[in-house]
């Protein structure tokens, strides 16, 4: 077992001294983490303000003139078309004059005086998802907000004496994001999306690279064994990708002031068994293709496409046809997004996130096996 | 008589409807310098490669060093060294990093390893480039790297295929001499080479064409049962135009321009008044038909390049 691992060690530090010699890994395993942190984490929370927004408000009262004048004053959205026809929304998303819409019913007012409940119409135009699904979090946050202030001066005139009951409950949905900075939300999110992506780009090289070069013969003719090497590659990369994992946790706290409410031992576990899926995935492409760029670029369509089309990264797996819905569930870091958000914002643990952790380990087992056993040693 | 270093019966191997290596069989002494002949495509390297259990043998039966290759590749791995054709230490590696790998690949005990590897640096006389990256090496230093880490492990056979080509005459020199101090150390090696002052060198040989054993033996037990009858050295003006001329005489086997002569391979020892007559008749001076002993060259002429054995 201990002479093993010695073998083990040996590929380990034979594959960090390549690591170290190749500049491109290092922009791999470490600027193009960071870019991306900055892109998303930019280029999401800080463009998207001054959203075009159009208003109709059919109840004309007290209460709907302050719930357009909390989308105003969030700095995210701006009234810049008023009208009482909601063809007149329809034609200026169609024109692209607005991006979103807000459609305050007639019954607005009576209802929350009434029943303590209502709800607005919010539209959105979807032609640049990203815009609408970073809107659609904002006006959610907005309604929630409103909602607790009605809440909370029902309680107060009722004289504390009924408790909670929200009065706009259906659309609120991003409660533990509560300042709604998006960054918040991208950065968890990026974990999964660098994770995968690194590893897939940094493993998927390694077997093809040795075969293309030759090397692979020399090994094969020794007494190590498949698994030896393997396991000693998977360490090296590993280790690098945990060392990803410690940077993008320490820009997302330190740069973007993203909170980090939960375990960190549970991150790293199940980053670790994220990280079995995501080079498992480039070590069997490594092994299948027969060079080192198809092996690249199969790594790059099946890690990091998903990763941040099918993930939930920014397009919410709700929102998808039922079809790619069903295809989301072999995506290993559609498991991973919910787990590291649920660490960093909501705090929650293994006592909430079992489920997800259980499927993520499935995939990560059956992916990891089949790349192990991909790699003959016979050349 | 000890038992074989290495025993082939009857190998083959079939990449799909090709047949690369044709029932071939040999066998090889302890501590001898085995050669392996033949052109390219001969089938030489499949041949080593099932020798050293990196691909398994179609039919047929292989032991190295008592091992039998198809049953326990793995074995037979943990006693050989092996050098492949192609270059395949790590470039982006130095000469010592490459070493140190291998040196844990194969287990050197710690405390052993880094004498294992100054003397194996010492002895291929990389030493002095210790900390250079493979890459950026010469050639022939390279190759010498390659036959370090092959014997790191202090194995009883290596497997040497075309250890010296593209390697300079000197080097190529400095390579046979560490190869006669293993063969001297028991150590049975198994070369491939395309140079016949190299397949001089060995104690025994076999030539391969089409993936088939076409001769057997010594250096010199080759000559005398395949070298043609009589080889002449033809000395004349023009020897390129004459060329033409020989080729087409009767008798003649094969002829080749040597620098200014002609190299025939002839039937008999009548041929050389024709060709006299001949040449001279064509216009060309002829100043001297020498007849001179026949090498290996010869007879890898013969067997490799003649009519297709049956
Ligand atoms: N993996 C393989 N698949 C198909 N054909 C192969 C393979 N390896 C070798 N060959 C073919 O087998 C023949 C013998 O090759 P090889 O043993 O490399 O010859 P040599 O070493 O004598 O030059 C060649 O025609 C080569 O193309
Ligand atoms: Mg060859």
Redesign the interface.
Known sequence: MTRSRSRTMAILRKEFIHIRRDPRSLLIAVIMPVALLFIYGYGVSSDITDIRLGVVDWSRTRESRELISAFTSSGYFAVVLRSDRYADMERALDAGDIRAALVVPAAYAADITRKGASSVQILLDGSDPNTATVAAGYAEGIVGNRSAIIVRERTLRSGGARRSRAALTPEVRVWYNEDLRSANFIVPGLIAVILAMTSALLTSGTIAGERERGTIEQLAASPASAREIMLGKIAAYVTLAFADVVLVVLVGRLWFGVPFRGSPLLLVLSSGVFLMAALGLGLLFSARMPTQQTAIVAALMTTMVPSILLSGFFFPISSMPKVVQVITTVVPARYFMVITRGIFLKGIGLAELWPPILSLAALSVVIMAAGISSFKKRV | MSEAAILCRDLVKRFGAFTAVDRVSFEVKPGTVFGFLGPNGSGKSTTI?ML?????PTSGRAAVGGVDVARNP?GV??Q?G?M?Q????????TVR?NL????????IP?RERQARIEEVMTRTGVIADAGTLAGDMSVGVRQRLALG?ALLHRPAIVFLDEPTSGVDPISRRRFWTLIGELSAEGITALVTTHHMDEAQRCDELVLMRTGRVVARGTPADLIVAHAPPVILSVRCDRPQEALAIVQKTSGVRRAAVRGVRLHVAAEDDGLAERLDAELTSAGHACTEVRRIGATLEDVFMELAMGEAPP
């Open positions: 490669r050293c259990g990196l691909l398994l793995e791995k943990r050989i092996y492949s192609r270059f395949s230490l790590y470039q982006d590696l990093e140190e790998f291998y040196a844990g690949v194969y287990r710690r880490a």
